[in-house]
């Protein structure tokens, strides 16, 4: 089927350093004038560098984002440190994105931003406000969603379209406390993680489990704990300070959720041991949760899907794909030509059939073609990660079944707490599979 994919990662092999220097990217500014600073490298990222203006503008352009919105300045060498970790696996995620054909072009950016502005209800000037407010151009800006784009197209493909929910845990779901919760409390946590490798030494378990209570030691003393988020958590949202934003019960961490039903407001806990390592947890804040009435629009869809290999290349397929839709438009039954064409066994079989879906359970390129389609309308090809693709929609309706919006609900609240659990596992296993070396010497003794 179009939404799942077997999980798999592929390890990028590591390669040899050579002749590379830390200097070796040094450019003059001018071929006749002498250098008067060259831009060094700090790491070595599989086939790639991550150099001292690259790393250096990070941090900044991150400081000034931490400082206005945390309103705390961190150390320079912990949040440089930190910020170092950052790049390397946003690196190592962007190489392996770009090795499995995962492509963003400029029309997807353009439309992200127009999303985020009608989002957040702000014009267009307000819009460039705020990103000057956090030291950026518009360009910059660009560059930034889309490497974020990529990434999360990435661990959608790769993590949660992997993620399977069953009826069974649905329903349990629902029959629980937590399940009856879903509409209720939501709650705001603060999270510090300390790693362990994916098979860990009895003395790394150690090791972390000591850094975790000297952290907790820490918290107890009075430290801030968005600080020591900042300068010192191994989780993925550290430069956010730690915050996992409002989720309710069913949404966190299954590890987290017994503690965080018992805690007041200010509380902390730790450290929670999890596969991915030792956790500090501090409730920041609770509130009831804001129930509004919801349509879920659903729609009828049927697609052919053609994959490129070693004979048919992108053209090639796309030029296919056209003439099956020539045919369709002509006349031809799309279920016929799907069950003769399509390379989705799945679905093939049954016409091109994914029955009724809703635009999240659907990869983001092909969600996008099918919710401008009209009623009996053929899609040109779409590309997504999975190949090329013909959609045709034959029905819409809004769901507005309490019973059948309530297992929604439980469905993306159970994918979502096994998502981000499953995530922390996957970026620790592409990074531990990766090739990295930190080159300078002022980092290379903080790495972790």
């Not at 839709?325 to 064409?341: E, I, M, N």
């Amino acid at each position: 089927m179009l939404v799942f994919k077997q999980f798999l990662i592929r390890a990028l092999l590591p390669i040899a350093m050579g002749a590379l220097s830390p200097t070796a990217l040094a450019i003059p500014e001018h071929p006749s004038a002498p250098a008067e600073a060259l831009d060094s490298v700090v790491a070595v990222v599989n086939k790639s560098v991550i150099t001292r203006s690259e790393l250096d503008k990070e941090v900044i352009r991150i400081q000034k984002h931490i400082e206005r919105t945390q309103k705390i300045t961190p150390p320079a060498e912990e949040l440089t440190r930190q910020v170092l970790d950052k790049i390397i696996l946003e690196k190592i995620q962007l190489q392996y994105a770009q090795l499995t054909g995962i492509q963003i072009d400029e029309s997807m950016v353009t439309d992200a931003i127009e999303d985020i502005i009608n989002k957040n209800k702000l014009t267009k000037p307000e819009f460039r406000k705020a990103l000057e407010d956090d030291g950026m151009s518009l360009s910059e800006y660009r560059e930034v969603l889309k490497k974020d784009l990529t990434l999360s197209r990435l661990q959608s493909r790769d993590v949660a379209s992997t993620i399977p929910v069953s009826q069974q845990e649905v329903d349990f779901f629902l029959r629980s406390p937590v399940g009856q919760d879903m509409l209720g409390q939501e709650y705001l946590v603060g999270h510090i993680m300390v790693s362990i490798p994916e098979s860990p030494s009895p003395e790394q378990i150690e090791q972390a489990k000591e850094k975790a209570n000297a952290l907790f030691a820490r918290l107890q003393k009075g430290e801030d704990f968005t600080e020591l988020s900042v300068v010192a958590s191994q989780s993925p949202k550290a430069l956010t300070g730690g915050n996992l934003g409002w989720m309710k019960l069913g949404q966190l961490p299954t590890i987290f959720v017994e503690p965080v039903t018992k805690m007041a407001i200010n509380d902390i806990q730790g450290p929670i041991r999890s596969p991915s390592g030792f956790h500090v947890i501090k409730l920041l804040e609770k509130r009831s949760a804001n129930v509004e009435a919801e349509k879920i629009t659903q729609m009828h869809v049927q697609h052919i899907l053609i994959k490129t290999d070693a004979m048919n290349s992108n053209d090639d397929v796309e030029l296919k794909l056209q003439h099956l839709r020539d045919l369709a438009v002509q006349g031809q039954a799309f279920d016929t030509l799907a069950k003769t064409h399509s390379q989705d066994i799945g679905s093939a079989q049954l016409g091109g059939e994914l029955g009724w879906v809703s635009k999240d359970s659907l990869v983001p390129e092909f969600a996008q073609a099918v919710e401008k389609l009209a009623i009996g309308e053929i899609s040109k090809p779409i590309r997504t990660s999975y190949g090329w693709h013909l959609a045709k929609v034959l029905e819409r309706r809004d769901e507005t079944s309490t019973k059948n919006l309530g297992e929604l609900r439980a469905k993306q609240y159970i994918h979502h707490r096994k998502f981000e659990e499953r995530l922390e596992a996957w970026l620790r296993q592409i990074k531990e599979e990766a090739y990295v070396k930190i080159v300078s010497a002022d980092l290379a003794s903080h790495a972790s």
